[in-house]
């Protein structure tokens, strides 16, 4: 089953152009299920039917996974089972009647404006690192961006004159996304007095945010950053790299933005996507209705 998952990756990539984490995601996906229907099952890929593939979801299950997790993998296995169909390598599609498991809808985790504006002074621009640190904050606050799409940023990418950003997101789709005055000010102050003390003559690096070598800033460690600057600033939320897209969202919807404008500047490609903030700024509703509603 390894070449048709390295084919089956190979169209991912070339003819949708998923982005890289959704690649990652497929190919961990049908690596688990590769190895299951190899080892417990014993039979080919030519054998496989829906009995095989409903007792490799209740082995997720019973190794404690998410409901969330196994509709990922169904999701996964029907695309490569569906690829293989077109490709004429099987005859049939054995995951025709498989159902998906209802998700559950966890809310995103959101900052109050106020831990917000704490986390967002939290670093110390006296010095090149803060003057990064800053301006990478207040652009996820001010466009909501992802952080793969935030350390992918050229500065070509960035026009403060005109005041927006140029972002790639999934799927290769392109969108502009206006920026504040906040925002504007760190990116100013980085580019003018920061930036260059990370430049490494050793690397032709054209990217917008680098990091102590000299390249480009990773995942990871901007992770390492956000982390710390969370213990800094005393916020004792949990606090992710999606956390500011999350706050963002919600704060622009408890202050009257359109849905579809929200929906536009995040890049989701369903509106339903976005519509679990309008469930979110709800419950924060109804929770500060019962705390100072004096008869709630």
């Known amino acids: 089953m390894k070449d048709q998952i390295q084919d089956f990756m190979h169209f991912l990539l070339v003819e949708k152009g998923l982005a890289k984490n959704t690649l990652i995601s497929y190919e961990r996906d049908l690596k688990t299920y590769s190895k299951y229907i190899q080892t417990v099952e014993n039979c080919t890929i030519q054998e496989i039917t829906r009995m095989h593939i409903v007792r490799f979801l209740a082995f997720l299950k019973d190794q404690g996974k998410s409901s969330k997790t196994i509709a990922r993998h169904i999701a996964s296995i029907r695309a490569f089972h569906q690829f293989l169909l077109r490709d ?9 009647h498989i159902e998906t498991p209802q998700k559950e809808q966890a809310l995103p985790k959101v900052l109050s404006m106020q831990d917000v504006d704490i986390l967002l002074d939290a ?8 003057k990064r ?40 789709k392109e969108r502009i996304i206006p920026i504040g005055g906040a925002a504007t000010s760190a990116l100013t102050l980085y580019l003018e007095e920061g930036r260059a003390q990370f430049v490494n ?33 005393n916020i004792e939320k949990e606090i992710t790299p999606h956390t500011l897209r999350h706050s963002f969202a919600t704060h622009l919807l408890e202050n009257g933005a359109d849905l579809r404008a929200v929906q536009e500047m995040l890049g989701h490609a369903d509106i339903s996507t976005t519509q679990i903030y309008t469930h979110l700024t709800k419950t924060r509703l109804k929770d500060v209705y019962t705390k100072f509603h004096p008869r709630a």
């Open 88 to 96: 004429r390598v099987l005859e049939s599609d054995p995951t025709v």
């Open 123 to 130: 670093p110390d621009i006296t010095d090149h690192y803060g």
């Open 133 to 172: 640190d800053k301006a990478m904050l207040e652009l996820l606050y001010a466009t909501g961006i992802r952080v793969s799409e935030l350390i992918n940023l050229n500065r070509e990418d960035v026009h403060l004159t005109m005041g927006f950003i140029r972002c790639i997101g999934k799927g290769n």
């Open 201 to 233: 003559k050793h690397y032709e690096e054209d990217s917008l945010f680098l990091n102590h070598h000299g390249k480009r800033l990773t995942r990871q460690g901007f992770w390492k950053i956000l982390k710390r600057l969370g213990r800094d600033a």
